[in-house]
């Protein structure tokens, strides 16, 4: 599911473009949120350095009747990168951690792995060597107790990392989780709880913490996409294994607050230089990509979305003007049905000035899960047709006939290998990340690989069973 983040993310600076948006927010909201099918949405912006405009619409929950403020606490998904980020430079400025040094040298599980010559630098801007792949592919493995950051980075140990480190940028969550753990070691603290005495409180964010296995009254509650609706997630509990790369839980006044320290030029959670350095481009392998942060030196943006199982977010900053916003969506997006991708762009274009045109049409990613969709139901309609064809099936003789046959089981076995083995890391993650995700998606890719060997096999059936009885 994170390269369509990272896809989404790199093409922000793409789509803010052509004219300046006409309109205020409030009527954007207002035409843009029922194509959405966002329950709701809250918005915060800062222009001077001060929180300008803040807004809400919509409900907790959709049909309920618990209306969300800008206080409303949200999961900001990979928004929770550029906190993670944060919380190292703060420990690199204390001189607890190096950013040059190898990985190896505070974790002690990767000496000897095939990753032990990773940088913290390249974890931080994502030129590691990990894929997109790699880090979504266990992404809905976030279960677990307060060693659940120790247990992910000896999984991740293990592994081979897809290109070799420092020479290509590719967007993953490994990086995280394992900035996640150095921060654990290094510290001597939990996660959340470093992250809370040492960003949130200093920042005033009253409203915000992170993800610790509970669930939590008055949070906004995450809607996933489900056949061209939204449908709440039952299960509310947030979770320790996803709190470094997406599990920092925010409100939007909170997050003005943020952004507002991000960009004052002043030394306080982190020095002003450090602040700087996060927000350029981190080398030349990573010219688009800071510490925690997208950088768009063109327009001059700093900017991150997130996305987690039934939220996703969108928090912007132009430092050199001190302005900028964030907007919080309590629903992920289908494919080309209910994206919310528009709505976040719109806003944060209509906020802080940037030309905006909207997106391009959405008919083939619209038509593709139709198609997909509709899959399984052909395959049923052609097992039925196959029962009332099954004297013609029985017929078939000789080569040619016996190829007929045989041959949709071949084709079938191979598309259902194409869809489940090959489908999904053109999404960058695993069948089970894109149920988490997307679980109409998760549900009709299964379904159209199987129920088409099945209707190879009962077309076989059908024709031979015919046989047998006639000799």
Known sequence: ???????????????????????????????????????????????????????????????????????????????????????????????????????????????????????????????????????????????????????????????????????????????????????????????????????????????????????????????????GSKRPLSDTKTHRGSAPQGGTIASANDLALYMQMMMNGEDDVLSAEGKAAMMSPASDVSPFYGLGWFIDTEQGTVSHSGSSPGFEALATMVPSQNKGVVVLVNAGSGIGFGETIQLRNGVTARAIGLDYAGEASRFWQKAMFIGLALLPVVYLLCMAWAWRQRAKLRAKSGAFGQFSLWFPLLTTIVAAGFIVFVVP????????????????????????????????????GVAYSGKAKAN
């Open 1 to 227: 599911m994170r390269r369509i983040l990272t896809i989404l993310a790199l093409a922000l600076s793409a789509s803010l473009q052509a004219s300046v948006p006409s309109g205020s927010i409030s009527d954007f909201i207002d035409d843009e949120m029922p194509a959405s099918g966002a329950p709701g949405l809250v918005y915060a912006v800062v222009t001077d350095g001060e929180l300008a405009e803040a807004g809400a619409r919509g409900v907790i929950k959709a049909g309920g009747d618990d209306a969300l403020t800008p206080d409303t606490p949200f999961i900001i998904g990979s928004v929770s990168k550029s906190f993670t980020a944060l919380a190292v430079m703060q420990l690199v400025e204390a001189g607890k951690v190096e950013l040059d040094a190898e990985l190896s040298q505070d974790l002690t599980e990767f000496s000897g792995s095939p990753s032990s010559a990773i940088t913290i630098r390249q974890l931080l801007s994502h030129t590691s060597g990990f894929s997109t792949y790699q880090g979504n592919v266990s992404h809905n493995n976030v279960e677990g107790g307060d060693d659940v950051l120790a247990h992910q980075a000896a999984q991740i140990a293990k592994l081979s990392p897809d290109s070799a480190p420092g020479t290509k940028w590719e967007y993953s969550n490994n990086n995280y989780k394992l900035l996640g753990r150095l921060i654990e070691v290094v510290s001597g603290q939990d996660f959340q709880s470093y992250v809370k005495a040492n960003i949130l409180e200093p920042v005033g964010m009253t409203n915000s913490f992170v993800a610790d296995g509970k669930s939590h009254d008055g949070m906004a509650i995450g809607h996933r996409p489900w056949f």
């Open 425 to 460: 890391k053109f999404f960058g993650a695993s069948m089970a990340t894109i149920r988490l995700f997307q679980p109409d998606t998760g549900l009709i890719l299964p379904a159209a690989a199987v129920l088409g060997v099945l209707w190879a096999v009962f077309r076989l």
